[in-house]
């Protein structure tokens, strides 16, 4: 941390202070959102009040999260083309989700996954499966948010030590907390939406200033980051991490088929399309999104390979070994190099949009269990339908509370992975998990509760335990437990095997089921997600 931060000491006040005052803007914004919350629906939905350009540039907050503006630069600066494929695999998912999950599931839910997953089946134990499988994988994307935030901010205060990062988690943690339990959804759509305009301009601002720096011309660019980057060619053509071996390649494919499929079956994504009035506000919403995350996207080429060219990856490694400083670095560079007052200036500016982009994203991912715990779990399962939605709303907001405690304790020892592959295991699980059992409700007659409960406990159950026995988290150096070995699964992301276990598991626990799916529901069910009738 130690390069960034000598370059950040001199202008430590300024950048304390670009980083309180987007705390305390974003704050007060909460509390004016929070007091406009009348009820459940307000709370979980905001009001449904939100126009399709709104939701479309919330959901694209929601989206580009720390793993995408500091895992993805990290990636590209220090694998070049094998990098930027997380960037292929982020932006083709949202057609999966446009296609086939965004319109239908606006149509058929209320307020979370669980609804629609409900409305045909058993309601008590799809309920009890969706919400353990919602705040497992909002765990798993939380933990990433918080590997960023503590990085950043180390980073930028100079604090070296793991005590001083571990309070920086803690305080992330707390801010998320309390953007949740005031504003509700209203409070952190708000919050999302003035993220991402910030987050947009910085990395505009960024690629505008490597560009010129090259003479706008990208072959320029390309060609001093393969030489910086000491690889050569090598660098700038594929292979240079999925393609060592036959082993890494299978990883590579895990890992794309696990971002195309995973953002339709990601809770905190599903629960913005309950945020709009009608279905083709929903569409609308995602047509925004796909746009404005296309354009970012395409934005990290000049994040990750300007990195890699003005910064070196011996620097970036040295900063922080998975890469997730790479672009707070390059901001530093471009505004004029460390001890500069203008690279003082765009680094504090840099990370505190950086910092936005995760407070922003672990309030929607902590609002998304929260509420699935209150209103599925809760009200639903526990209270048997008979809770008051008062009780629902307090609910939710003590969940919050838990949730955002369990994710501390765990960002805390999550220091050394990449955010981005952090992000990637999320949505395995979220495709293992969830996806089969939203598709094969939509458009499967014959699916049954037995099958929705195989097809998620089956697809949770595979893809967390598959984690657990990967090199993520044992056998490797970058591994959490490095000393550790006891990794037999060979592939960092279990989305080759989970996901189509999954769909497996819905479809053999429909057909040897004893109980028959009601024609009547699914007919019913199909007429509400293709028109909205009877929508909420």
Do not use: C
Request: no cysteine; hydrophobic share 55%; aromatic share 10%.
């Amino acid at each position: 941390m130690q390069l960034a931060a000598e370059g950040a000491s001199d202008h430590r006040g300024l950048i304390i202070g670009l980083f309180g005052a987007f705390v305390v803007a974003t704050l007060a914004i909460t509390v004016w959102a929070g007091r406009q919350n009348k009820d459940a629906d307000d709370y979980y939905a905001g009001g449904r009040s939100f126009t399709g350009f709104q939701n479309g540039l919330a959901i694209s907050g929601d989206y580009m999260s720390a793993a995408s503006f500091l895992g993805i630069a990290g990636a590209i600066a220090l694998y070049g083309y094998d990098g930027f494929l997380y960037s292929i695999g982020f932006l083709v998912a949202w057609l999966v989700a446009l296609l086939l999950v965004a319109e239908p599931l606006r149509n058929s839910g209320r307020f979370t996954m669980a609804d629609v997953l409900a409305y045909r089946m058993r309601q008590r134990p799809v309920r009890t499966a969706a919400g353990t499988s919602t705040i497992v994988v909002s765990i798993f994307y939380l933990l990433a948010q918080m590997v960023g935030a503590g990085t950043l901010v180390a980073l930028l205060l100079g604090i070296d030590g793991e005590a001083g990062r571990r309070w920086v988690v803690v305080g992330v943690g707390i801010v998320m907390v309390l953007y949740v339990t005031v504003g509700g959804m209203k409070g952190t759509t708000w919050v999302q939406m003035i993220k991402a305009v910030l987050l947009i301009a910085g990395t505009l601002l960024i690629t505008v200033l490597v560009l010129n720096k090259f003479g706008w011309n990208i072959s320029a660019l390309l060609g001093a980051a393969a030489e910086s980057s000491g690889k050569g060619t090598a660098y700038l053509e594929p292979g240079l991490k999925y393609g060592i071996s036959d082993l890494s390649k299978l990883d590579f494919i895990s890992l794309a088929v696990a971002l195309v499929l995973g953002t339709a079956g990601l809770p905190h994504i599903l629960v913005r399309f309950y945020t709009v009035p009608t279905a083709k506000a929903a569409r609308k919403s995602v047509n925004w999104a796909i746009g404005i995350i296309g354009a970012f996207y395409l934005m990290t080429i000049a994040l990750g390979f300007g990195a890699a060219a003005l910064v070196g990856p011996d620097k970036i490694i040295a900063s922080n070994a998975a890469g997730n400083t790479a672009a707070p670095l390059l901001a530093e560079a471009v505004g004029g190099g460390p001890g500069s007052t203008g690279g003082a200036i765009l680094l504090a500016v840099i990370s505190a949009v950086a910092f936005a982009t995760i407070l922003a994203v672990v309030a929607g991912l902590t609002l998304a269990s929260s509420a699935s715990f209150a209103h599925d779990l809760w009200a639903n399962v526990i209270r048997k339908g008979k809770a008051s939605e008062k009780e629902e709303v307090l609910t939710a907001k003590i969940a919050a509370i838990a949730i955002g405690a369990v994710s501390i304790v765990l960002g805390i020892f999550a220091d050394k992975l990449n955010t981005a592959a952090l992000v990637a295991l999320a949505f395995a699980v979220a495709a293992s998990a969830n996806l089969p059992t939203i598709l094969y409700s939509l458009f499967w007659k014959r699916f049954t509760t037995s099958g929705a409960l195989w097809s998620i406990y089956g697809g949770l159950a595979s893809s967390v335990l598959l984690v657990v026995f990967s090199p993520v988290l044992s056998g490797s150096e970058t591994s959490l437990f490095p000393d550790s070995d006891f990794a037999f699964f060979p592939l960092s992301n279990p989305g080759l095997v989970s996901i189509p276990l999954g769909f497996l598991l819905g479809w053999l626990g429909t057909v040897v089921s004893r109980e028959k799916a009601d024609p009547a529901k699914f007919a019913e069910m199909e007429v509400r997600s293709l028109t909205g009738a009877g929508a909420h």
